[in-house]
């Protein structure tokens, strides 16, 4: 028996933990998609009614779904295309020979470090109409003040500001961590060849990063879609659902008009999403990597 052991250790030691974690995963989900075919509203007098497929015929017809899946996509598609583009030039800045550069990753890492409830409502305070920092900007412009966050049309692109700030200095690192470890041997042959910057960058440097670029995509892409808290503290969804993603309509559905089995069939569709662009995603990873 002991010896079993010894000869399996490795995998003893962390079977508890991992079967903590994935009891943690697995009954969550297993019970939210257990509900989805029940309809119920919180009520211990009342048990959940199965339903069947009642939830999901109700949601795929629900307008209010479609909207919130259409702005979703939209917020997420949006701020990490945005988030990329900067997390990569920020990389390049980073990775070159400037004065001060620790002192730069430093203030970079600053906007990750808050918690996004409180980077809400900071910039609740930014938005604001009358004093806020982002409208007395527009003022010494001579531009006409804006109602950031009131406004339909302004209130997405405000709340991609704010995603596109706390984290795009996450895409820099990573694509920094991904830069320090490149080969020599392509840049100094391409230097003997004459090649210019744009084109060491273009044919180098970034094919070697699109695995670094693909495992970037899918932290922001799972974690963008699944965005709550910055929303629900500066526009709660608003102005009507014009901010109003998934995750905050389920909440919407499931907290406070106490739907539950229609809140869960809505969690375990944008679960299926989530999971099929994140495998979607993966599956370009390995590509990109095998292709190297």
Same mark, same amino acid.
């Given at each position: 028996? %002991?010896?079993? *052991?010894?000869?399996h250790?490795?995998?003893?030691?962390?079977?508890?933990?991992?079967?903590?974690?994935?009891?943690?995963?697995?009954?969550?989900i297993?019970? $939210?998609?257990?509900l989805?075919?029940h309809?119920?509203?919180?009520?211990?007098?009342?048990?959940?009614l199965?339903v069947?497929?009642?939830?999901?015929?109700?949601?795929f017809?629900d307008?209010?779904?479609?909207?919130?899946?259409?702005?979703t996509?939209y917020?997420?598609?949006?701020a990490?295309?945005?988030?990329m583009?900067?997390?990569?030039?920020?990389a390049l800045?980073m990775?070159?020979?400037? *004065?001060?550069?620790?002192?730069?990753? $430093?203030?970079?890492? /600053?906007?990750?470090?808050?918690?996004?409830v409180a980077?809400?409502?900071?910039?609740?305070?930014?938005?604001?109409?009358?004093?806020g920092?982002a409208?007395?900007f527009?003022?010494?412009?001579?531009?006409?003040?804006?109602?950031w966050?009131?406004s339909?049309?302004?209130?997405?692109?405000?709340?991609? /500001?704010i995603?596109?700030?706390?984290?795009?200095?996450?895409?820099a690192?990573?694509?920094?961590?991904?830069?320090?470890?490149?080969?020599?041997?392509?840049y100094?042959?391409a230097?003997?060849?004459g090649?210019?910057?744009?084109?060491?960058?273009?044919?180098?440097? /970034?094919?070697? /990063?699109?695995? $670094? *670029?693909?495992?970037a995509?899918?932290?922001?892409?799972?974690?963008?879609l699944k965005?709550?808290?910055?929303?629900y503290?500066?526009?709660?969804?608003?102005?009507?659902?014009? %901010?109003?993603?998934?995750?905050i309509?389920?909440?919407?559905?499931?907290?406070?008009y106490?739907?539950?089995g229609?809140?869960?069939a809505?969690?375990?569709?944008f679960?299926? *999403?989530?999971? %099929?662009?994140s495998?979607?995603v993966?599956?370009?990873?390995?590509k990109?990597?095998? %292709?190297l």
């Amino acid at each position: 028996m %002991s010896y079993w *052991i010894d000869k399996h250790i490795k995998w003893i030691y962390p079977l508890p933990a991992v079967l903590f974690v994935g009891l943690m995963m697995v009954f969550p989900i297993g019970y $939210t998609f257990w509900l989805s075919f029940h309809e119920w509203s919180m009520s211990n007098v009342t048990p959940p009614l199965w339903v069947a497929l009642e939830n999901y015929k109700a949601l795929f017809q629900d307008e209010l779904f479609r909207e919130s899946l259409w702005i979703t996509f939209y917020f997420t598609v949006v701020a990490v295309a945005i988030q990329m583009v900067l997390g990569i030039l920020l990389a390049l800045l980073m990775n070159a020979q400037i *004065i001060g550069k620790g002192l730069v990753k $430093t203030l970079f890492l /600053l906007p990750m470090i808050a918690t996004p409830v409180a980077v809400g409502l900071v910039w609740v305070l930014i938005y604001e109409p009358n004093v806020g920092v982002a409208n007395i900007f527009l003022q010494a412009l001579g531009l006409p003040v804006q109602e950031w966050l009131a406004s339909p049309d302004l209130v997405l692109p405000s709340l991609i /500001l704010i995603d596109v700030w706390e984290w795009t200095p996450l895409i820099a690192l990573i694509v920094l961590a991904g830069l320090v470890t490149l080969p020599k041997d392509p840049y100094e042959a391409a230097i003997v060849d004459g090649a210019s910057r744009w084109q060491v960058f273009w044919n180098i440097t /970034l094919p070697l /990063l699109k695995p $670094t *670029i693909y495992s970037a995509v899918l932290l922001r892409l799972i974690d963008a879609l699944k965005t709550f808290d910055i929303i629900y503290a500066t526009t709660n969804g608003g102005p009507g659902t014009s %901010s109003q993603t998934l995750n905050i309509y389920g909440y919407v559905l499931g907290f406070q008009y106490f739907q539950i089995g229609k809140a869960s069939a809505l969690l375990m569709v944008f679960f299926a *999403i989530v999971l %099929s662009l994140s495998i979607l995603v993966i599956v370009l990873r390995k590509k990109a990597g095998a %292709s190297l």
